[in-house]
T-cell receptor, first 111, second 112 residues
Framework: DQQVKQNSPSLSVQEGRISILNCDYTNSMFDYFLWYKKYPAEGPTFLISISSIKDKNEDGRFTVFLNKSAKHLSLHIVPSQPGDSAVYFCAARDTGNQFYFGTGTSLTVIP | DAEITQSPRHKITETGRQVTLACHQTWNHNNMFWYRQDLGHGLRLIHYSYGVQDTNKGEVSDGYSVSRSNTEDLPLTLESAASSQTSVYFC???????????FGPGTRLTVL
């Protein structure tokens, strides 16, 4: 059973607007969360992470929010740029250092 | 620059054949991982290694094996390829067990 879920397979956003990608998880023991970005024919690359002791982490245009009570995290990209068009995977780490990945959300930023 | 490479990038094989996918990293990372990516499933862990001579089964290890004879390489072997193993395979490495992973470019495997 999928422990990390990305329920939106795709998202389209106008350039300059905010992109919000969502991720839900079921295991309350997850203690570290990550977002990866993947371009076609390339491997995923690490984007941003957040520890379970925090509720927000920001890095330039990228901000990750964690709501532990709802078991939900989101990635905000502001402003969105055409180069942000990619598939985004969220991932979660359990206490045994196993990582679980979501199914991905394909983001298209329209110029 | 340090990197992680996979070969071949594309492979077509027949059911029942043995196939080995190569993964090589030059970061000197102890930790290496193999994932498969399938539509609707995201990335699923096949096998992982925390150091030379260490190997562990992941979520979807049946039909796969790995060996770790040195720090740089973690080859993935499909003992008898099945059509269900048609997938894109990613190798990854990390500096520590708990840190983010660096992924290779992937190998697209088709089993006919």
């Amino acid at each position: 059973d999928q422990q990390v879920k990305q329920n939106s397979p795709s998202l389209s956003v106008q350039e300059g607007r905010i992109s919000i990608l969502n991720c839900d998880y079921t295991n309350s023991m997850f203690d570290y969360f990550l977002w990866y970005k993947k371009y076609p024919a390339e491997g995923p690359t690490f984007l941003i992470s957040i520890s379970s002791i925090k509720d927000k982490n920001e890095d330039g245009r990228f901000t990750v929010f964690l709501n532990k009570s709802a078991k939900h995290l989101s990635l905000h990209i502001v402003p969105s740029q055409p180069g942000d068009s990619a598939v985004y995977f969220c991932a979660a780490r359990d206490t045994g250092n196993q990582f679980y990945f979501g199914t991905g959300t394909s983001l298209t930023v329209i110029p | 620059d340090a990197e992680i490479t996979q070969s071949p990038r594309h492979k077509i094989t027949e059911t029942g054949r043995q196939v080995t996918l190569a993964c090589h990293q030059t970061w000197n990372h102890n930790n290496m991982f193999w994932y498969r990516q399938d539509l609707g499933h995201g990335l699923r862990l096949i096998h992982y290694s925390y150091g030379v001579q260490d190997t562990n089964k992941g979520e979807v290890s049946d039909g796969y094996s790995v060996s770790r004879s040195n720090t740089e390489d973690l080859p993935l072997t499909l003992e008898s390829a099945a059509s269900s193993q048609t997938s894109v395979y990613f190798c990854a490495s990390s500096r520590t067990r708990s840190n983010e992973q660096f992924f290779g470019p992937g190998t697209r495997l088709t089993v006919l």
